[in-house]
């Protein structure tokens, strides 16, 4: 297993709300992940559809996988997300990170959430990047 599967799983293994979530490591690369996830019914809200806060926290999730694989513990500092689309129950919806910058110190990625290959939400989060380390 490479390291950042290795980290990915660490993270994952102890984070008791992405399970909740029913969240799906599709594809664990250094500075990417690929994470799926289905609408349930306990995600939608008083009209029906999902929750804003459920597809900001998928689109989180991948945020912290994507910038901890490179092997310093980060931690989120800013994240915004834009709503496109309206998502029901039983969509299954795909979040994909990409790294926009990185320096010591931070790191910014985009994150793209889709439904059928169509954009649905879009999310950027900046991380502050530690200097530990996860594998010693």
Do not use: P
């Amino acid at each position: 297993m490479d390291n950042a599967n290795q980290i990915v799983s660490l993270m994952f293994d102890n984070d008791r709300f992405s399970k909740w979530l029913g969240i799906e490591k599709v594809l664990i690369e250094e500075g990417k992940a690929i994470l799926k996830m289905t609408i349930r019914e306990e995600m939608l809200n008083g009209f029906d559809i999902a929750h804003g806060g459920i597809v900001f926290s998928l689109a989180d999730s991948a945020l912290a996988f994507a910038s901890n694989s490179y092997g310093r513990k980060s931690v989120s500092i800013e994240a915004s997300t834009n709503w496109f689309q309206a998502l029901k129950l039983g969509d299954v919806i795909i979040a994909e990170s990409s790294l926009k910058s990185i320096s010591n110190k931070q790191a910014v990625f985009d994150i793209d959430i889709t439904k059928d290959s169509v954009l649905v939400a879009s999310f950027r989060g900046v991380v502050y990047r530690t200097s530990k380390e996860w594998i010693e």
